[in-house]
């Protein structure tokens, strides 16, 4: 079956670093996602990675191992605004999104 | 770029009303639009699967005459909820994919739907 597994909620401190881990089993494979939703708001689109290595976008970078079925997503220099849920997809053969829960992450000051 | 909107953001009606919600692409063609359903506190639970010129594909479960999709350009889908009632009252969010290239979603900002 297709499968997305990722924590369910993290805590982390203002200005430090987090990674919020996501292994997945998915009916093939076309990238991997990953989206960041606010509470009551639509998820907003963060990193997509097809191939191994790690992919930086600023203060956020998103690594991908397709061997091990796995990825994070490593935020830096935390921002209270950052408090949000982070929610990992595997994109499947048939180009359908497969959804993780989603990491509900807290950051304290 | 890839902005999609949604309208409207917010909508009250009675039981047993039918509400119309449009997800829009502004600035690319999307070929394939999703609606998605999701409860407070819970994940995105995909309802169907919206292509442009044809019919839409639904997830088990989601009843097609409940809620009709009709995606008639490539620029815009709507989702029609039928006889709304209590239980239906939910976050609906559309999304667009841009084909050309990355398949990334872009998500509408959701339409709040409340039936009472």
């Known amino acids: 079956g297709q499968n997305i597994d990722q924590p369910t909620e993290m805590t982390a401190t203002e200005g430090a670093i987090v990674q919020i881990n996501c292994t997945y089993q998915?009916?093939?494979?076309?990238?991997l996602f990953w989206y960041q939703q606010h509470a009551g708001e639509a998820p907003t689109f963060l990193s997509y990675?097809?191939l191994d290595g790690l992919e930086e976008k600023g203060r956020f970078s998103s690594f991908l191992s397709r061997s091990k079925g796995y990825s994070y997503l490593l935020l830096k220099e935390l921002q209270m605004k950052d408090s949000a849920s982070y929610l990992c997809?595997?994109?499947?053969?048939?180009?359908?999104?497969?959804w993780g829960a989603g990491t509900k992450l807290i950051i304290k000051p | 770029g890839a902005v999609v909107s949604q309208h409207p953001s917010r909508v009250i009606c009675k039981s047993g009303t039918s509400v119309k919600i449009e997800c829009r692409s502004l600035?690319?063609?999307?070929?394939?639009m999703f609606w998605y359903r999701q409860f407070p506190k819970q994940s995105l639970m995909l309802m169907a699967t919206?292509?442009?010129?044809?019919?839409?594909?639904?997830e088990q479960g989601v009843e097609k005459d409940k809620f009709l999709i009709n995606h008639a350009s490539l620029t815009l889908s709507t989702l029609t909820v039928t006889s709304a009632h209590p239980e239906d009252s939910s976050f609906y969010i559309c999304?667009?994919?841009?084909?050309?290239?990355?398949?990334?979603?872009?998500f509408g900002p959701g339409t709040r739907l409340l039936v009472l």
């Open positions: 600035d690319f063609q999307a070929t394939t």
């Open positions: 999304s667009a994919r841009d084909g050309g290239g990355v398949e990334t979603q872009y």
């Open positions: 998915t009916s093939g494979f076309n990238g």
């Open positions: 990675n097809v």
């Open positions: 997809a595997s994109m499947d053969s048939n180009y359908q999104l497969i």
């Open positions: 919206s292509n442009e010129g044809s019919k839409a594909t639904y």
